[in-house]
């Protein structure tokens, strides 16, 4: 594998993404005086990113497994426009050990993780073990991948049901199966083990112990290969179908003790594998038992940085591309303090009124609220056509203020203003959570928002989420 390019070889950033990282990273690269070059499908060619990129590439169809997730695609493109750096951002290709080696070894710059890191963090089942040797507690489960169903059946005995049956390679909760008995563990294992070689090429499954009522707590870490720090924690357990769609920082309800606890545990499984780049320790927090645990850590950035950012002021995307150039961490642990309440919420395509099902089609009009400590990371302008072929994020409308109620109250009236018409969005869905007293108690868990979903009705429409 070729040496790291030393930092003053950035010039030229190809960004092989989408959406609103894509024009995140961007603005960040233009911030540190970087050209960029933006990559794109043929559905993308008029998306915000390509538009602010001092370049852009067709890579190739619309679909993503024709164009985004196609390492040599990306790395021709960059090969054509003079790159020597490649920012993979989040999904897609960012977290692929072999995506992350053939780039070095074509004599560019990765801005994430060596693909060793990957190969050891990535990998569930191996990041287990990885935390395990670094003292840092898992949760109950099998030490590796799990060969068979007779395997599994084995293990479960040993582990108890409820047990989670997981993809080894997996990621955005897919791969992922709740089985309470044996014979429900017979059929799910099949299920999974299919699920995780459809989406992720790899059938491998693990199992680990099902933790009722659980609160997501992940912790950000920045690492250059030598230091680590970690920048506190954020809380995410508002989901639906596994998927985020709230985040806040720091969490809710969480006291000094357990904070320092679980920031000191992912900066020792951090240093153990000597990490470099942006990346995110992700815990399961059982509140009745004080008790947290490893799960997974994601190397690369999270969607939900924004609310780190908000509360610590360092930029990440942007340290993130120093440290790949070859920059030594220029922060102190002690250089980071927490300031205020921040609250992230996920704006998608999708009509609440049909289960949530993404819809595509063109944004008429769009309101962007403002005011103090409001951030909107999006992709959107108008005119602009949603493609029916990727996620449907849309934008992460961001409230900071000084204290956690205040920041609630600041977001309710952002959403009461923000304006997208021309699609249906989930904007009715987060208004009236602002609203819920479990929410603004923070009582909730990873559970909360389906049962809340299923006791009630959403009664709000899109126009009353939105300013007159």
Not at 82 to 107: K, Q, R, V
Request: aromatic residues 6%.
């Amino acid at each position: 594998m070729t040496d790291r390019k030393p930092a003053g070889r950035i010039r030229r950033l190809l960004v092989a993404n989408r959406g609103e990282i894509a024009v995140r990273i961007i603005r960040a690269a233009h911030e540190l005086g970087i050209q960029t070059i933006q990559v794109h499908s043929q559905a993308d060619g008029d998306m915000l990113a390509a538009r602010l990129a001092g370049e852009r590439i067709e890579i190739g169809p619309s679909r993503a497994n024709k164009s985004y997730l196609r390492p040599e695609a990306i790395l021709d493109a960059a090969r054509r426009t003079g790159a020597d750096a490649i920012h993979p951002g989040y999904g897609f290709l960012a977290e692929n050990a072999e995506f992350a080696d053939m780039t070095e070894n074509a004599g560019l710059i990765f801005v994430g993780p060596s693909g060793d890191i990957m190969r050891t963090m990535g990998d569930k089942a191996r990041a287990r073990k990885a935390a395990e040797t670094a003292g840092v507690p898992t949760v109950p489960g099998s030490r590796g991948v799990v060969a068979d169903v007779d395997e599994a059946l084995t293990l479960a005995e040993a582990i108890g049901y409820p047990l989670l049956l997981k993809a080894t390679a997996g990621g955005g909760g897919r791969g992922i199966r709740l089985a309470s008995n044996p014979a429900e563990l017979k059929d799910l294992f099949i299920q999974a083990a299919a699920e995780a070689r459809a989406a992720f090429g790899d059938p491998g499954i693990y199992l680990e112990r099902f933790i009722p009522r659980a609160r997501h707590i992940e912790v950000q870490v920045l690492g250059d290969g030598e230091n680590v720090i970690h920048l506190f924690e954020r809380e995410c357990s508002l989901q639906r179908r596994r998927q985020k769609i709230w985040e806040e920082a720091p969490a809710a309800s969480l006291d000094d003790d357990i904070r320092q606890r679980l920031c000191r545990s992912a900066l020792e499984l951090a240093r153990a594998v000597r990490y470099r780049g942006a990346g995110t320790v992700e815990f399961l927090y059982d509140e009745n038992r004080r008790a947290f645990y490893f799960i997974e850590m994601n190397t690369r950035i999270q969607v939900e940085h924004p609310v780190t950012e908000m509360v610590t002021g360092i930029d990440l995307v942007r340290e993130m591309i120093r440290i790949a150039g070859g920059h030594r961490l220029s922060l102190r642990q002690e250089d980071i303090r927490l300031t205020g309440h921040a609250i992230e919420c996920r704006i998608n395509a999708e009509d609440p009124a049909l289960d949530f099902t993404p819809v595509p089609g063109t944004v008429e009009t769009l309101h962007i609220p403002g005011g103090p400590g409001l951030r909107f990371d999006t992709m959107l302008y108008p005119g602009y056509t949603i493609p029916p072929f990727y996620d449907s994020l849309l934008g992460k409308l961001i409230a900071w203020d000084h204290s956690r109620p205040q920041a609630i109250s600041r977001m309710a009236r952002a959403l009461r203003e923000m304006r997208i018409t021309g699609v249906p969005t989930t904007l009715p869905l987060l208004l009236e959570l602002t609203g819920a007293a479990d929410v603004r108690e923070g009582a909730v868990h990873t559970g909360w928002l389906e049962e809340w979903l299923a006791s009630k009705t959403l009664d709000l429409p899109l126009e009353k989420a939105a300013c007159p």
